[in-house]
C-alpha cells in the first residue's frame, strides 16, 4: 500500500532542431545524479520508427544492437542508461512504434476495444501512457523496490511526423500523473556561428515555439554549444522559451564525457529538478568517484604513450556501430591506467582481392595490422570482410600478438585454426558456405561453425540464442577464466550475454583441441563452446557471448581488461599477483 500512495516522478527529455544531439547522454547523465542523490531510478528509451525492435536494423542506419539480459535487442541509449547508472533495463524499457501498434492490433483482434473504432487518440495514446506507469515500476536496480523516478527519453526531433503520436500522448500524461510529478526537459542546438564567435539562440527558439505547440511546456531547456552559455544567451532564451534563467542550462564540449554530469551539478540542475518534482533534497550527492573517473581519464587524454588496439571489422565507417566495444576498452584503460588509441580496419582491404582492386587501402589495412598491440575481431553478420578477419586472426596467432574475437571474432579464429594448423582448407561457417560437402584435399567437412538447430531459419526478429546466459568454466587455469576470477571474483560460472545463430560444430572439438586450441569455457549442457583460447600465445581468447554489453565504468569487462594488459606486456604480471588495477571505485 505504501508503494502505492508514492506518487511516481517522471522526467521527459525531448530534442529539437536535429538528431544525435545528445539527448541520451543528459537523460543518463539525469539519472545518474538523482541516484547518486540516493534515489531508485529507471529509464525509457521511446523509438518512434515502426520496428518491432532493433534486432534487424544494419548497424550503418541505426549504430549497434545493444542486448539486455532478458534477451531484449534494443537502442543502444540503454546501453548509455546501464552503464552510467549501473541498473539492468528490460526490453520493455525501448518502446518503440512497432510494439505499440502491435499491443493496439492485438488487443482490437481480441475484441478488449469492444467494438469501438480504434484510432490514435485515444487508444494508441492510451497503450502508451500505460506502458510507461507498468514498466516505471519494475525494479532496474538488483533490489525488489520501485524505483523513485522514471527518465524518458523520446527519440527523434520534435516535429517529426513519427514521434506526434508520443508527444500527444505525453502531452496527456502530465496530466494523468498530475504536473508536479512531471519534469520536462528539452535538449537543443545553440550554434556558434562566425569568427566572432556568435551564439545563435533561433533554432531553440523555433524549437520551444514547437514543442509548446503540441502542448508539453519545457521546465528547463538544456543548451548544446561548443562554447559556454553567456549570460546574455541565457537571458534571451528565458525570456523566448517561457523560464528562468537557472533553468537554461548550458552544456558545452567538455574534455570526456563523464564531465557532463559534474557538469549539470555545478549549475544546481538536480536541485531546481527536486523543486519541480517536490521532491524532499536527501543530503548533497555522492559523487567522489565519478568526480575521481572524470579526473583519471583527462590524465588518460593526456597521455602520449599506450597500446594500439585494432577493431578489425566491417562497419568501421559508423563507429556508433562499435559503441559498446569501445566503451568496454575505456572502462579497461580506466581500471588498468593504460591509455588505449583505437586503429580501424575494414577487413575487407586485408583480403587479397583489394591489393588489385584498391592497392592504397590494401597497403594501408596491412600496415595498421602491423603496428598494432593488440587486435580486436568483434561480431557481424554476413560474408563480406570475413576472410580479411581470418587474416588478421592468423597474423595475431602466427606473431603472437594479443587477439580477442568476439562471437563471430571466435568465430573465425576457430576457422582460421582448422584451415592452418589442422590442414583443413575448406574449413569454414554454414553461415557463409552454406554447401555440405567434403573439401576434394583433406576430406573432411567444410563446417566448424554450423547453424544452430534450434534457430528458425525463416523468420530473423527475435529469433537468435539471445540474452543472458551462464558459461561454465571447463579449465580454471586457463587466461580468461582466471581474469574473471581476479577481476569478477567469478568462480565456475560466468554470466554474460549472449547475440548468435551459430556455433562451433561440436563434431569437430576433440580433434582441433588435439591440435592445442582448447575450449575453456562451455554452456550448461558441454555441448556449446563459450571460450576459446591457445595456451601458449601471450593472449589469444575468443568468446562466443558479449561482454561488452555488461562493461560498466566501475566494473570492467575481464576480457578487455586482459587484452589491454596483454597489449602493455603486463598480463603475466596481473595474473600472478604483483600488478594491480586502479581501484577506482573501491573506498
Known amino acids: 500500500m505504501e508503494e502505492e500512495k508514492r506518487p511516481m516522478k517522471y522526467i521527459l527529455v525531448s530534442g529539437g532542431v536535429l538528431s544525435g544531439i545528445g539527448k541520451g547522454v543528459v537523460a543518463s547523465s539525469t539519472a545518474m545524479l538523482l541516484r547518486s542523490y540516493g534515489l531508485r531510478v529507471t529509464n525509457i528509451k521511446i523509438d518512434p520508427y515502426l520496428n518491432i525492435d532493433a534486432g534487424t536494423m544494419s548497424p550503418f542506419e541505426h549504430g549497434e544492437v545493444y542486448i539486455l539480459d532478458d534477451g531484449g535487442e534494443v537502442d543502444l541509449d540503454l546501453g548509455n542508461y546501464e552503464r552510467f547508472v549501473d541498473i539492468t533495463l528490460t526490453k520493455d524499457n525501448n518502446i518503440t512504434t512497432g510494439k505499440v501498434y502491435q499491443s493496439v492490433i492485438d488487443k482490437e483482434r481480441r475484441g478488449d476495444y469492444l467494438g469501438k473504432t480504434v484510432q490514435v487518440v485515444p487508444h494508441v495514446c492510451d497503450a502508451i501512457q500505460d506502458w510507461v506507469q507498468r514498466v516505471a515500476r519494475v525494479p532496474a536496480d538488483g533490489t525488489d523496490e520501485s524505483p523513485d523516478v522514471c527518465v524518458i527519453e523520446l527519440g527523434g526531433t520534435v516535429g517529426d511526423i513519427e514521434s506526434m503520436p508520443f508527444v500527444e500522448a505525453m502531452r496527456q500524461f502530465q496530466f494523468r500523473v498530475g504536473r508536479n510529478n512531471m519534469c520536462i526537459m528539452h535538449v537543443s542546438l545553440v550554434p556558434?556561428?562566425?569568427?566572432?564567435?556568435?551564439?545563435?539562440?533561433?533554432?531553440?527558439?523555433?524549437?520551444?515555439?514547437?514543442?509548446?505547440?503540441?502542448?508539453?511546456?519545457?521546465?528547463?531547456?538544456?543548451?548544446?554549444?561548443?562554447?559556454?552559455?553567456?549570460?546574455?544567451?541565457?537571458?534571451?532564451?528565458?525570456?523566448?522559451?517561457?523560464?528562468?534563467?537557472?533553468?537554461?542550462?548550458?552544456?558545452?564540449?567538455?574534455?570526456?564525457?563523464?564531465?557532463?554530469?559534474?557538469?549539470?551539478?555545478?549549475?544546481?540542475?538536480?536541485?531546481?529538478?527536486?523543486?519541480?518534482?517536490?521532491?524532499?533534497?536527501?543530503?548533497?550527492?555522492?559523487?567522489?568517484?565519478?568526480?575521481?573517473?572524470?579526473?583519471?581519464?583527462?590524465?588518460?587524454?593526456?597521455?602520449?604513450?599506450?597500446?594500439?588496439?585494432?577493431?578489425?571489422?566491417?562497419?568501421?565507417?559508423?563507429?556508433?556501430?562499435y559503441l559498446s566495444v569501445i566503451k568496454g576498452l575505456h572502462h579497461a584503460s580506466l581500471h588498468t591506467g593504460v591509455k588505449v588509441f583505437i586503429d580501424w580496419i575494414e577487413t575487407v582491404y586485408l583480403e587479397p582481392e583489394s591489393k588489385e582492386t584498391d592497392p592504397e587501402s590494401y597497403e594501408e589495412a596491412w600496415a595498421t595490422l602491423k603496428r598494432a598491440d593488440g587486435i580486436l575481431v568483434p561480431g557481424a553478420f554476413g560474408s563480406r570482410g570475413v576472410e580479411g578477419k581470418i587474416l588478421a586472426a592468423k597474423y595475431a596467432r602466427e606473431n603472437k600478438i594479443p587477439y580477442f574475437g568476439i562471437c563471430l571474432g571466435l568465430q573465425v579464429s576457430v576457422i582460421e585454426y582448422a584451415r592452418h594448423v589442422l590442414g583443413w582448407t575448406g574449413a569454414n561457417s554454414e553461415e557463409f558456405d552454406t554447401e555440405e560437402i567434403e573439401d576434394p584435399e583433406t576430406k573432411r567437412k567444410r563446417h566448424v561453425v554450423v547453424f544452430m538447430p534450434e534457430i528458425s531459419k525463416s523468420h530473423m526478429g527475435g529469433t537468435m540464442r539471445l540474452g543472458g546466459r551462464s558459461t561454465i568454466v571447463k579449465d580454471a587455469?586457463?587466461?580468461?577464466?582466471?581474469?574473471?576470477?581476479?577481476?569478477?571474483?567469478?568462480?565456475?560460472?560466468?554470466?554474460?550475454?549472449?547475440?548468435?545463430?551459430?556455433?562451433?560444430?561440436?563434431?569437430?572439438?576433440?580433434?582441433?583441441?588435439?591440435?592445442?586450441?582448447?575450449?575453456?569455457?562451455?554452456?550448461?549442457?558441454?555441448?556449446?563452446?563459450?571460450?576459446?583460447?591457445?595456451?601458449?600465445?601471450?593472449?589469444?581468447?575468443?568468446?562466443?557471448?558479449?561482454?561488452?554489453?555488461?562493461?560498466?565504468?566501475?566494473?570492467?569487462?575481464?576480457?578487455?581488461?586482459?587484452?589491454?594488459?596483454?597489449?602493455?606486456?603486463?598480463?603475466?604480471?596481473?595474473?600472478?599477483?604483483?600488478?594491480?588495477?586502479?581501484?577506482?571505485?573501491?573506498?
Open 477 to 587: 587455469d586457463a587466461k580468461l577464466p582466471r581474469l574473471y576470477k581476479a577481476i569478477w571474483n567469478t568462480d565456475n560460472a560466468i554470466d554474460e550475454r549472449h547475440r548468435h545463430r551459430y556455433e562451433v560444430n561440436p563434431k569437430v572439438v576433440e580433434e582441433i583441441e588435439s591440435h592445442g586450441l582448447k575450449f575453456v569455457g562451455q554452456d550448461e549442457t558441454g555441448q556449446r563452446q563459450e571460450i576459446v583460447e591457445i595456451p601458449d600465445h601471450p593472449y589469444y581468447v575468443g568468446v562466443q557471448y558479449h561482454p561488452e554489453m555488461k562493461s560498466r565504468p566501475s566494473r570492467a569487462s575481464p576480457p578487455f581488461v586482459g587484452l589491454v594488459l596483454a597489449a602493455n606486456g603486463e598480463l603475466d604480471a596481473f595474473l600472478a599477483g604483483e600488478r594491480k588495477l586502479n581501484g577506482l571505485f573501491i573506498d
Open 192 to 321: 556558434v556561428l562566425g569568427t566572432v564567435g556568435e551564439q545563435k539562440t533561433k533554432p531553440t527558439q523555433q524549437s520551444v515555439r514547437e514543442l509548446r505547440a503540441q502542448g508539453l511546456s519545457p521546465n528547463f531547456i538544456i543548451c548544446r554549444s561548443s562554447t559556454i552559455l553567456e549570460d546574455g544567451t541565457k537571458q534571451k532564451l528565458a525570456s523566448f522559451c517561457h523560464v528562468n534563467t537557472n533553468q537554461v542550462i548550458s552544456v558545452h564540449d567538455v574534455s570526456n564525457l563523464y564531465r557532463v554530469p559534474l557538469l549539470l551539478v555545478e549549475q544546481e540542475l538536480p536541485k531546481n529538478i527536486f523543486e519541480v518534482l517536490n521532491l524532499e533534497i536527501k543530503g548533497e550527492p555522492n559523487l567522489k568517484h565519478w568526480t575521481h573517473m572524470a579526473d583519471i581519464m583527462d590524465q588518460l587524454n593526456a597521455e602520449t604513450k599506450g597500446v594500439r588496439i585494432v577493431i578489425a571489422g566491417k562497419y568501421t565507417g559508423l563507429s556508433d556501430s
